[in-house]
C-alpha cells in the first residue's frame, strides 16, 4: 500500500494580489451607496477614493446634500453636456450641474402629461444652488382629443383653432419662489425644432401664463435680472408684469425684445423707469411708435438710475428721437443707448448734436440703419467737436458722406484712447 502525495501550486498565485480588506470594504460601500451612502465617518484618504469610483447615475436625493466635493459634479457636468463653461456659474461645478438640470427639467415638461413631482422634489435638493434659470423652450399640452381636429385645418385656421384656455404652459411660480438665491430669469415661451410639426399655437404665451409668471415674478425678491424675450408679449401682458415689477427691491435688468410691445405697452415701461431700481432696459424688435417714446422720454428726463437702453428694430421716427433727445438733454445717468433701424432722419440729428456737446455721461450711442443724411452728419459733428466722453459712435449705413463719418470716427476714438490711458494711470480699486 503506497500512498503517493501530490501538492498541486498555481505557479502564477501570489499574495501581493490578493486586495487588502480595506480595499474590499470600499468596494462594498462604492456598490452599495445608494441603500446605505456611508462617507462622512470614512477617513479624507478613503472618501477620495470613494468618491473617485461613484457613478454619476445616482439618484439625487442621495447624492445632492450628501457630496460637495468638485471633483464629483464635475464628472457629472462632462458626462451630461459636451460645453461646460464653469465661470458662467460661479465657479460652482454643482451649481453648474442643478442648474442645468432643472433647466433641462423644465423644457421637457408637458402640462397634464409630466408628473409636476418631478420639479417639486427636486426643489430642495437644488434651492440652494440655482442662481440662474434660462428656459428657453415650454411645452404646450398635448391635446389627444383635438389631433383629429388639428389635422383638419389649414395653416390660417390653425391660429385660431384652439381656445387660448387649453394651451396653458407650466405654471414657474411654486418653483422659482421656492428659489432662495435665483438672481436671473431668462424665458422664452416657445418650441425649438419642431420642424415639419409647426403650428402658431406652438408659440402662444397665454393671459392665464402672464398672470402665473407676473405674481411669481413679485415673489422673487433676490430677482436682479429679468427677460422674457421672442414670447408675443403685447401690450397688455406688458402692462401686467409691470405692475408685479413697480417698486421692485432688486431688479436692474429688464429685456423685452424681440415681442408685440406697442404704444401702451411702452407708457407702461415708462412707469416702471421710475418705479424701480432699474439700469438696463431693452425693448430691441418691437413696435414702439413716437407715443411710447415719448413716454420712455419723459421717464428718462426724471431718471437716475438707468444706464443703458436699447430701442433697437422699432419705428420712432423723427418725433419719438427728437423726444429721447431731449430727454437727453437734463439726463446723467445713461451712458449707453442704441437706436438703430428706427427711420430716424436730420431733426433727429439736430437734436443730438445738442446732446453730444451738453451731455457729459453718454458714452455709447448707435445711430445705424437711418437716414440722418448729409445735413444730418454734418449737426452730429459739429455737436461732437468738444465731446470727450463719447467712446463708441455706430453710424453704418445712416446715409453719411465719407468724410463726415471719418471726421467722428477720428474724434470717437481719441476719447477712447484718452479713456483708456486714463484707465491705465487710474486702475480702479480692488473690490
Known amino acids: 500500500s503506497y500512498y503517493t502525495r501530490r501538492v498541486i501550486e498555481d505557479p502564477e498565485w501570489s499574495l501581493a494580489t490578493v486586495p487588502h480588506l480595506t480595499e474590499l470594504c470600499l468596494q462594498h460601500i462604492v456598490h452599495n451607496f445608494e441603500k446605505n451612502p456611508i462617507l462622512d465617518c470614512l477617513l479624507p484618504q478613503h472618501q477620495r477614493k470613494v468618491l473617485d469610483r461613484l457613478s454619476t447615475g445616482l439618484p439625487l436625493a442621495v447624492t445632492a446634500n450628501l457630496i460637495s466635493d468638485e471633483d464629483y459634479w464635475k464628472r457629472c457636468c462632462t458626462e451630461h453636456w459636451q460645453l461646460c463653461e464653469i465661470s458662467n456659474y460661479g465657479d460652482s461645478w454643482k451649481q453648474m450641474f442643478f442648474q442645468h438640470h432643472l433647466e433641462n427639467v423644465l423644457k421637457c415638461f408637458i402640462p397634464n402629461i409630466t408628473d409636476p413631482n418631478q420639479v417639486l422634489e427636486l426643489i430642495p435638493l437644488c434651492k440652494d444652488y440655482v442662481r440662474k434659470l434660462e428656459v428657453d423652450q415650454f411645452l404646450p399640452p398635448v391635446l389627444l382629443d383635438q389631433k383629429k381636429e388639428r389635422n383638419d385645418l389649414s395653416d390660417t385656421g390653425s391660429d385660431f383653432g384652439f381656445s387660448e384656455v387649453s394651451m396653458h404652459h407650466y ?29 402658431w399655437n406652438l408659440f402662444n404665451f397665454t393671459h392665464q401664463d402672464c398672470c402665473n409668471l407676473a405674481a411669481a415674478v413679485k415673489m422673487c425678491h433676490n430677482l436682479k435680472v429679468f427677460k422674457l424675450t421672442r414670447s408675443k408679449v403685447d401690450d397688455d401682458k406688458t402692462k401686467l408684469l409691470v405692475r408685479n415689477l413697480l417698486d421692485h427691491p432688486c431688479l436692474v435688468e429688464l429685456n423685452l425684445s424681440h415681442n408685440l410691445i406697442r404704444d401702451k405697452g411702452a407708457q407702461a415701461v415708462g412707469k ?3 418705479h424701480s431700481r432699474l439700469e438696463i432696459l431693452d ?5 414702439i411708435h413716437h407715443l411710447g417714446a415719448q413716454a420712455l422720454a419723459q421717464a428718462l428726463a426724471e431718471n437716475s438710475t438707468l444706464t443703458s437702453l436699447n430701442l433697437r428694430l422699432n419705428c420712432l421716427e423723427d418725433k419719438g428721437g427728437e423726444a429721447i433727445g431731449h ?26 448734436s445738442q446732446v453730444l456737446a451738453q451731455n457729459t455721461t453718454l458714452m455709447s450711442i448707435n445711430f445705424s440703419c437711418n437716414h440722418l443724411g448729409l445735413d444730418g452728419g454734418k449737426q452730429l459733428l459739429k455737436g461732437l467737436v468738444d465731446n470727450k466722453a463719447l467712446t463708441e459712435f455706430d453710424l453704418r449705413l445712416a446715409e453719411l458722406d465719407q468724410e463726415t463719418e471719418y471726421l467722428i470716427h477720428q474724434i470717437v476714438w481719441a476719447n477712447r484712447e484718452a479713456a483708456r490711458l486714463g484707465s491705465l494711470q487710474h486702475p480702479p480699486p480692488n473690490p
Open 327 to 352: 430727454a437727453l438733454l437734463t439726463n446723467t445717468t445713461l451712458k449707453s443707448i442704441h437706436l438703430g433701424s428706427n427711420n430716424l432722419s436730420e431733426p433727429t440729428a439736430t437734436i443730438f
Open 272 to 274: 416702471l423707469i421710475n
Open 283 to 287: 425693448l430691441c424688435n418691437n413696435q
Open 171 to 199: 405654471d414657474l411660480g411654486v418653483l422659482i419662489t421656492a428659489l432662495p438665491h435665483l438672481e436671473e430669469l431668462h424665458l422664452t415661451y416657445g418650441v425649438k425644432d419642431c420642424g415639419m410639426n409647426f403650428e
